[in-house]
């Protein structure tokens, strides 16, 4: 295992919900959600305790700050259908339920439009957007629903978009070879051996997604490598169907072997085959994903 590999693994990483481009939201003034809209404003005082002081909640939060924080709470809160489709959110109510300022308000307002899940029109201020406008491929949204009611569902459609994308990625890969990658590819092997030997779920888990994320970008397919950040969200998402990458194990290990192995052979059939192996599904949850079919 090489020095930068080790450093990179127990290195924590932080993940950013950096602020979108000026869009609608800044050509509008806050203030004015018309006042016959009030009685659907959201009632803020139903929001459970530990929502209510943004600059409580540090942990888990994504982003940097209390607008990362506040993203957080209300990105969960429309995700999980506490604040419904067409309901207005008024910016002055936002800051005072959640204690924050307006700056602070408006950016978290950026990032939600960015992400689809709200927009703001002249005379008709915030609103929460329907489902089909959301970003269902942004992985703060991908979270969300995984923790929230539609758990079953997005977990679901992961475990599908998954066993499409990274079969392919594979085979792909092994006809771009590129020495440091395979060598960082090795090294991960390698850690989640060690972790899964040390009983270290949490490095394993880290090795794992760098395995995936690396394994796209060696693809060469810049519109693969565009969804890597799903993969990315997909492993990060525990409890749903479980595959082969969900349960550590010595198959698992093997499997991520056998795709490095090809990789290194230039065996674009055999990487596929390795990838779409370690990715079937459990026997309990064998509907979500068909097994591959034999040749």
């Not at 000026?22 to 016959?36: F, I, K, S, T």
């Not at 990105?75 to 109510?93: N, T, Y």
């Amino acid at each position: 295992m090489t020095t930068l590999a080790h450093t990179m693994m127990t290195a924590a990483r932080s993940a950013d919900s950096g602020l979108a481009n000026p869009g609608e939201l800044d050509r509008y003034p806050y203030a004015e959600a018309p006042a016959v809209d009030r009685v659907g404003v959201p009632a803020w005082e139903g929001v459970e305790p530990e929502l209510g002081r943004v600059g409580r909640r540090t942990a888990g939060s994504r982003g940097r700050g209390l607008h990362g924080q506040l993203v957080q709470q209300l990105g969960q809160m429309i995700v999980s259908g506490d604040l419904g489709a067409d309901r207005p959110l008024v910016p002055e109510e936002i800051g005072q339920r959640f204690e924050v300022s307006r700056t602070v308000v408006r950016e978290s307002l950026r990032v939600l439009e960015a992400k689809g899940l709200v927009s703001a029109r002249p005379n008709v201020g915030t609103r929460v957007r329907p489902v089909s406008d959301w970003n269902l491929l942004d992985p703060d949204i991908i979270e969300w629903r995984a923790f929230g009611p539609q758990r079953d569902d997005q977990r679901r459609e992961l475990s599908e978009l998954r066993w499409t994308i990274e079969p392919l990625a594979a085979r792909l890969a092994a006809g771009h070879g590129r020495e440091d990658i395979q060598q960082r590819l090795s090294d991960m092997v390698g850690i989640m051996g060690h972790a899964m030997g040390q009983g270290d779920a949490l490095t394993f888990s880290r090795a794992d997604a760098e395995f995936h994320a690396l394994l796209i970008q060696i693809a060469g397919n810049r519109m693969l490598d565009h969804l890597s950040g799903i993969v990315s969200a997909a492993l990060h998402v525990s409890g749903g169907p479980v595959t082969g990458c969900d349960r550590p194990n010595d198959v698992s290990l093997a499997q991520h072997g056998r795709i490095v192995d090809a990789l290194a052979t230039g065996d674009g059939v055999a990487a596929e085959t390795a990838m779409r192996q370690l990715l079937t599904v459990h026997p309990e949850v064998e509907r979500v994903v068909p097994a591959p079919r034999e040749h």
